[in-house]
Nanobody, 115 residues
Framework: QVQLVESGGGLVQAGGSRRLSCVAS????????MNWFRQAPGKEREFVGS????????NYADSVKGRFTVSRDNAKNTVSLHMNSLRPEDTAVYYC????????WGKGTPVTVSS
């Protein structure tokens, strides 16, 4: 059974930083693309960033490029989202997702950025 468990969400002031983590189990983590998505209140879920199996290729939404970084540790089955220069518009529930489609989703961790 595939499980993705996010952690690290919380309240942060604008301009601050936060690191989210996602621990995966039940899949061959080292061979799968991992993604971060987010859903703000009243809005549709949107892509934030992704990282390929080796960590050598990353992609980001324009809205977070230069501020957010996705990394992974295949030895620990963990993918992280490092968020810097946070803005109130980054407030959302952040989801970890596995696969190119993606196929599997975590339950999310909320991030609130106060102005």
């Amino acid at each position: 059974q595939v499980q993705l468990v996010e952690s690290g969400g919380g309240l942060v002031q604008a301009g601050g930083s936060r690191r989210l983590s996602c621990v995966a189990s039940g899949l061959t983590f080292s061979r799968i693309t991992m993604n971060w998505f987010r859903q703000a209140p009243g809005k549709e879920r949107e892509f934030v960033g992704s990282i390929n199996w080796s960590g050598g290729i990353t992609n980001y939404a324009d809205s977070v490029k230069g501020r957010f970084t996705v990394s992974r540790d295949n030895a620990k089955n963990t993918v992280s989202l490092h968020m810097n220069s946070l803005r109130p518009e980054d407030t959302a529930v952040y989801y970890c997702a596995a696969g190119l489609s993606p196929n599997y989703w975590g339950k999310g961790t909320p991030v609130t950025v106060s102005s």
